[in-house]
């Protein structure tokens, strides 16, 4: 399992004549190895920021990200991290899925990514399985030959999700993954994001605006206002703020 170390990260962009915006602003966090954290804030706080700094996608203007493996007792830059290491699952569904390709084969080619000594014959024969009950766990096992564009949105991003999962990442990063779920999917694929996060060993990050489901499912609660960390719950602390207090660090009021 995977542990990430955020160091004093900080990141400008610019924002046109002459003017820079702070998206992040020293921000510091320690995730521990299968930790659940959860990141919320207002609108344009910094959260996707500091996400794609932990999936290493971003270059800080200073501070760092750095993965942590405890098992092999070996650290290196987010940067640096692989397809094998990093999943993500962003808001939007058509940036997990492939449109044209059946939800078979979407599944197929989310293994061959994170698995490229794999060969296909190995993955049709191991993978068939283990694909088909991810597919009927939400639904989507009679819509296994379907392409992924004839799928509804939150169908595609379930599959998205399962995508995510079936690559066996040590790092899941779930940007607003379940915004265009209905009430009832959404809270079957966090309870089941939780739980087979928990069962696979990966660590989660996940930037969500549903307050109730950071504290019901995460194990750490980060809040960012303006690029900087206002708060930070462990367990402990997290079992002792509501919802409403949780808003009211945000500065929704
Ligand atoms: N690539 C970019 N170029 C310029 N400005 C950016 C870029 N990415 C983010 N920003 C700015 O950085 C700030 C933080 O953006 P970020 O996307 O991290 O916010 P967020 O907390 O994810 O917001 P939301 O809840 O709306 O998704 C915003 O002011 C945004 O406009
Ligand atoms: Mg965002």
């Known amino acids: 399992m995977y542990g990430i170390e955020v160091r004093d990260a900080s990141k400008s962009f610019e924002a046109g004549a002459g003017t820079s915006v702070t998206a992040l602003a020293g ?80 599944m197929r080619m989310a293994v061959m990514q994170s698995r490229p000594s794999v060969l296909r014959r190995a993955i049709t024969d191991t993978y068939r399985d283990e694909t088909t009950s991810r597919l009927s766990g939400v639904g989507l096992d009679q819509k296994g030959e379907s392409r992924a564009q004839d799928l509804s949105g939150g169908q595609r991003q379930m599959l998205a999700i399962e995508m995510a999962f079936v690559a066996a ?61 206002v708060a930070n719950l462990a367990e402990g602390d997290k079992a002792r703020v509501g919802v409403q207090e949780l808003a009211r660090l945000c500065g929704y009021f």
């Open 27 to 106: 921000v510091s966090v320690t995730v521990r190895p299968g930790e659940f954290l959860a990141i919320v804030g207002h609108n344009g706080s910094g959260k996707s920021t500091l996400l794609r700094a932990i999936g290493g996608e971003l270059h800080l203007d200073s501070g760092s990200v750095t993965l942590v493996d405890e098992a092999e007792g070996r650290n290196w830059p987010a940067a640096r991290a692989t397809p094998t290491t990093v999943a993500r699952v962003f808001q939007d569904p058509n940036r997990g899925t492939f449109p044209r390709l059946t939800v078979f084969e979407n």
């Open 169 to 229: 990442p040590k790092l899941l990063l779930l940007d607003e993954h379940t915004a265009s779920l209905d009430r009832a999917n959404e809270q079957r694929c966090m309870s089941a994001t939780a739980s087979a996060a928990r069962a696979q060993g990966i660590t989660l990050a996940m930037v969500t605006h549903n307050l109730s489901h950071a504290i019901e499912y995460s194990d750490r609660i980060l809040v960012l206002q303006l690029g900087e960390v």
